[in-house]
């Protein structure tokens, strides 16, 4: 089961703002990380530590956090952004960790 | 650079254990910084963690996996192992090695990936 929960899909138009939300109840107490997954290949970090950015990811992405949600913010999205992004967190229920169900990321 | 490469067969009848091995190049798997971990990705589906092992040999299984895997690894070789036990249609997925930084949970978050290995389990 889905302990993080992301919206299924977020549709925007280029230079517009995406915003990716995610919810758990541990994520008022853990960080959240972000990752990105194109079509066929391995997902890759964008935020870690809630807000941080690891290096040669573009500043058009951020995070921020508000009690149990979590949100990615992508600033003037281009259509490169267009792909399926998963937050990652400690669950709810246990000591392990878990990824929300995805969020397809549309840019057109 | 550290690169991680899945190997092991493509195929698996149902019932039977899934073996995949993980070889690391470019990072010291003994590293106190890292764990390392597995992932998998259904068909047209999410993500799912399966665990992770420190170098140690401490590993830390998802529930959902707890009572059909086994992880562990190699450091003479530099490589990690996995083993799902029982297999079946549902276990058809991308199978993901990653390196994990540690961070304030146990597990760490992944923060490199293999690129991905597809097993079919066949009936």
């Known amino acids: 089961s889905d302990e993080l929960t992301q919206p299924p899909s977020v549709s925007v138009s280029p230079g517009q703002t995406a915003r990716i939300s995610c919810s758990g109840d541990?994520?008022?107490?853990?960080?959240a990380y972000w990752y990105q997954q194109k079509s066929g290949q391995a997902p890759v970090l964008v935020i870690y530590d809630d807000t941080k950015r690891p290096p040669g990811i573009p500043e058009r992405f951020s995070g921020s956090t508000s009690g149990t949600m979590v949100t990615l913010t992508i600033t003037g999205a281009q259509v490169e952004d267009d792909g399926d992004y998963y937050c990652?967190?400690?669950?709810?229920?246990?000591?392990?960790?878990?990824f929300g169900g995805g969020t397809k990321l549309t840019v057109l | 650079q550290v690169q991680l490469q899945e190997s092991g067969p493509g195929l698996v009848k149902s019932s039977e254990t899934l073996s995949l091995t993980c070889s690391v190049s470019?990072?010291?798997?003994?590293?106190?910084?890292?764990?390392w971990g597995w992932t998998r990705q259904p068909p047209g589906k999410g993500l799912e963690c399966l665990g992770t092992?420190?170098?140690?040999?401490?590993?830390y299984y998802s529930p959902s996996f707890s009572s059909r895997v086994t992880m562990s690894v190699d450091t003479s070789k530099s490589q990690l192992s996995l083993k799902l036990s029982s297999v079946t249609a549902a276990d058809t997925a991308v199978y993901f090695c990653a390196r994990h930084k540690r961070a304030d949970f146990w597990g760490g978050y992944p923060t490199d990936w293999g690129q991905g290995i597809l097993v079919t389990v066949s009936s």
């Open positions: 092992i420190y170098y140690t040999g401490t590993t």
């Open positions: 470019g990072s010291s798997i003994t590293s106190t910084g890292y764990y």
């Open positions: 990652y967190s400690v669950a709810t229920s246990g000591n392990y960790v878990v």
């Open positions: 541990a994520l008022a107490q853990k960080y």
